[in-house]
């Protein structure tokens, strides 16, 4: 399969735990983003990477989130002192270059209890 | 504030007929703009997009139109089949160029 891989594909986690999921690219897409979608909503950015330069961070994305991108291959994305609120499927999707349609991965669904 | 919004979160719609969902946005700097299609367990896969600069586009059974004036945008699907129920995503990207900023999400229900 050679379609943008997420891992794990459910995390279920208590309230103040650290989780950190990580989104393995198509090959030679170098451009990876993070979105987040809630229940009933549509996907909502979080953040953008090309290669290994984080370039650009939604409001959305507290003090708790972070991601990282070494070496511009996987990515991962780390929430620190999870919140019930924090509950969603968090998507990551990439491309090739500026302009060609977004391909997202299966995701993954967190569970704050 | 939404700048994408799909005003209908479902739509039923009977199999061989026509489904029409739509889309409407308020940033004039959207230049491009696509639907997705969302399976559950499964993220959303590119359908179909138009440029600003057009006002249809056509793939197969799925037309989109952009009417920029009205800053709206519909997906025609027909004749409609079973295995088109799912949710679909309206998403806008500005010229910028680094984000799409997406829809609520209408789910469609195509019944046999």
């Known amino acids: 399969d050679t379609g943008v891989s997420q891992n794990p594909r459910h995390k279920i986690t208590k309230r103040g735990q650290n989780v950190t999921f990580r989104c393995d690219p198509i090959?030679?897409?170098?451009?990876l983003y993070w979105y987040r979608q809630t229940l009933g909503q549509g996907p909502e950015f979080l953040t953008y990477?090309?290669?290994?330069?984080?370039?650009?961070k939604s409001r959305l994305l507290s003090d708790r989130f972070s991601a990282e991108r070494p070496k511009g291959s996987f990515s991962t994305l780390e929430i620190q002192r999870t919140e019930q609120g924090d509950s969603a499927m968090y998507l990551c999707?990439?491309?090739?270059?500026?302009?060609?349609?977004?391909?997202f991965g299966n995701g993954t669904r967190l569970t704050v209890t | 504030d939404q700048q994408v919004k799909q005003n209908s979160p479902s739509l039923s719609v009977q199999e061989g007929r026509i489904s029409i969902l739509n889309c409407d946005y308020t940033?004039?700097?959207?230049?491009?703009f696509l639907w997705y299609k969302k399976y559950p367990a499964e993220g959303p896969t590119f359908l179909i997009s138009?440029?600003?600069?057009?006002d249809k586009n056509e793939d197969g059974r799925f037309t989109v139109f952009l009417n920029k004036s009205a800053k709206h945008l519909s997906l025609h699907i027909v004749p409609s089949q079973p295995g088109d129920s799912a949710v679909y995503f309206c998403?806008?990207?500005?010229?910028?160029?680094?984000?799409?900023?997406f829809g609520g999400g209408t789910r469609l229900m195509v019944k046999p």
């Open positions: 998403a806008a990207r500005d010229n910028a160029g680094n984000m799409l900023t």
């Open positions: 090959s030679e897409h170098n451009r």
């Open positions: 990477f090309q290669n290994e330069a984080q370039l650009e």
């Open positions: 999707a990439t491309r090739v270059v500026m302009g060609s349609p977004l391909h």
């Open positions: 940033n004039s700097m959207f230049d491009y």
């Open positions: 138009i440029s600003s600069i057009k």
